[in-house]
């Protein structure tokens, strides 16, 4: 499985280093959020990776819903229960939770399709900044302390209409901002794609804290920071 790099197992848990998190981050989500950076102050796995780890455990439901309810650091043991009947809690070994999993319908354990979804989910949910971000917030007039950026991933959820896909693809259908004083909501909704076909529907909720007044000079060299980190990373 593809995922074998960016994790590793020990005693039965599941561990994550800072370097394994960050190169899935950049590789594989195109996420540069410096959040993910192994040397950041407030360093976390990206959820992302947690909810393609919970694929590759679990399989694909038709109906499936994540919420994220802590911030994984560097090497934290994570314990993926044995036992799944539809509901499950992935938490360190002091209990405390991080990511909490719903999911209903049938369930597919096709290595295949687990890594077609995982590998674009991961990839679209990796561009929300600044591809749906930065107009989001243009719009509404705001944007996050290019300082102190804080965006975190609150959950995400998705229905399939069946199972016997290939490729499966996101396309975004809809995005919202909910501002209330320095926080905001933002939600995108999503179709999901195989062969033309809608084939199900999706979205996700971030949280975006220290909202100040949108200055379209300090996004810019935000966008120019990422695309820059981009260059370096992959040479184009």
């Given at each position: ?83 799944d ?27 295949q399709?687990i ?10 949910s ?16 705001v ?20 199972l ?12 919202s ?34 909202l ?6 300090a996004?810019d ?16």
């Amino acid at each position: 499985m593809f995922l074998d790099s960016f994790h590793r197992k020990q005693d039965g848990y599941v561990l994550i280093s800072a370097d394994q998190a960050s190169n899935f981050a950049k590789d594989v989500a195109g996420d540069f959020n410096p959040i993910h950076n192994p040397d950041a102050k407030r360093f976390c796995v990206p959820g992302d990776l947690l909810f393609a780890l919970v694929l590759q455990r679990y399989g694909v439901s038709e109906r499936m819903a994540v919420r994220f309810s802590g911030m994984v650091g560097d090497n934290v043991p994570l314990v993926f229960p044995e036992v799944d009947e539809g509901v499950v809690d992935i938490q360190d070994t002091n209990g405390k939770a991080y990511l909490h999993l719903e999911h209903g319908g049938k369930t597919s354990h096709d290595a295949q399709l687990i890594e077609q979804l995982t590998r674009h989910y991961v990839a679209f949910s990796g561009h929300n900044f600044p591809f749906i971000m930065v107009p989001l917030m243009e719009k509404h007039g705001v944007m996050f302390n290019p300082k102190r950026p804080l965006v975190i991933y609150e959950s995400m959820a998705f229905e399939l209409n069946r199972l016997d896909i290939q490729n499966p693809e996101m396309e975004l259908a809809n995005t919202s901002l909910d501002v209330n004083g320095k926080r905001g909501d933002a939600h995108f909704e999503f179709n999901i794609t195989a062969d033309g076909e809608v084939v199900g529907t999706g979205s996700k909720k971030l949280i975006v804290s220290g909202l100040m007044p949108y200055d379209s000079a300090a996004m810019d060299d935000m966008v120019e920071q990422f695309e820059v980190l981009k260059q370096q990373r992959f040479g184009r």
